[in-house]
């Protein structure tokens, strides 16, 4: 007789979604002047997860001849690039601002109210933008927000690891972000459905550097929100890799009269006072959706569950 009892339920999938809310554009800031806030953030990005994982597109043979995707670097040196900070920070501020879905699948049945932002010439003297186009920078125009690219703290070593394969959800219901959940090992034997990657561990630690132009208070606030709770960076994110956390260091500014700004562009801003500053910025809540915010930061927190070991 055949045995119809259920088999075990799948494991939960780490990940959560943020539902795409009325989209809000405000006018553009023009690069021809220095009139808002120029400065730079000095930070340290330390490893939340077991293991962080950024792809190099190489993939190399180890002493055992087992092939695995390698960390990028530059040259010799490990290296985190600044466009995946940069997309890691932007997708945030775009969930917490009320900003349009700037990625987007063709097959995803979710839009913005009035699709994703983007400048002609003909509008550019007219032209408005979302929180996250007019931060980050959309088809014609350029962007007031940026990192420099991530480079160790002393020395890092690598390890090798083996994890499921990786597939993509069926269908999007709003912005995805993955939670932070406990990575489980698996053995390491090749097998299909399977690959070995090249991942830093825990408690290592990255430099960068946090530029803005140009910004306001509020805009302000939304950058130190995105980069105040933990985030993922980097691949295999679905397996609970990639959870960083930023530790701001440092802040610098240049002036805000233009009597003083090209004398400290040619010398280096000066320091300002970190907590007297952040603090000012964080109260500015003019562009923050508080509902889409207040959902990330309980969805975002480190969780002590383990993440699935199969494919989903």
């Not at 340290?44 to 962080?52: A, K, P, T």
């Not at 994982?53 to 290296?79: M, N, P």
């Not at 550019?124 to 186009?133: D, I, P």
Request: glycine share 8%; proline share 6%.
């Amino acid at each position: 007789m055949r045995d119809y009892r259920p088999g075990p339920l799948p494991e939960p999938k780490p990940f959560f979604w943020i539902p795409v809310r009325e989209e809000k554009r405000n006018a553009i800031v023009s690069h021809e002047n220095f009139t808002g806030l120029n400065g730079f953030l000095d930070l340290e990005l330390r490893v939340l997860s077991d293991f962080l994982y950024v792809g190099s597109g190489s993939i190399l043979l180890d002493e055992r001849d087992r092939a695995y995707y390698s960390f990028t670097r530059r040259g010799d040196q490990l290296v985190i690039p600044a466009a995946g900070i940069k997309g890691a920070v932007r997708a945030i501020v775009e969930a917490i601002s009320g900003s349009c879905v700037s990625q987007m699948a063709k097959k995803d049945n979710f839009y913005s109210s009035s699709g994703r932002c983007e400048i002609g010439k003909e509008q550019e003297a007219r032209a408005s933008l979302c929180a996250g186009c007019r931060l980050f920078g959309t088809t014609g125009y350029k962007g007031r927000a940026y990192f420099s690219d991530a480079e160790p703290k002393g020395d890092i070593r690598t390890e090798i690891i083996k994890i499921s394969d990786l597939w993509p959800p069926r269908q999007a219901i709003g912005r995805k972000f993955y939670q932070i959940k406990a990575f489980q090992r698996l053995d390491d034997r090749p097998e299909k459905n399977h690959r070995f990657l090249e991942a830093v561990p825990k408690d290592s630690v990255f430099t960068t550097r946090l530029y803005f132009e140009n910004t306001s208070p509020a805009e302000m606030s939304l950058l130190i929100r995105a980069i105040g709770i933990p985030l993922k960076t980097g691949g295999a994110k679905p397996r609970c890799l990639g959870a960083v956390k930023f530790d701001i260091k440092d802040l610098r500014m240049a002036p805000t009269s233009n009597a003083g700004l090209f004398k400290a562009i040619s010398k280096g801003y000066d320091s300002q006072p970190l907590k007297e500053n952040l603090q000012k910025w964080f109260n500015d809540k003019s562009l923050l959706d508080e509902v889409a915010w207040m959902k990330f930061r309980e969805e975002a927190r480190v969780q002590s569950d383990p993440c699935p070991r199969g494919m989903y």
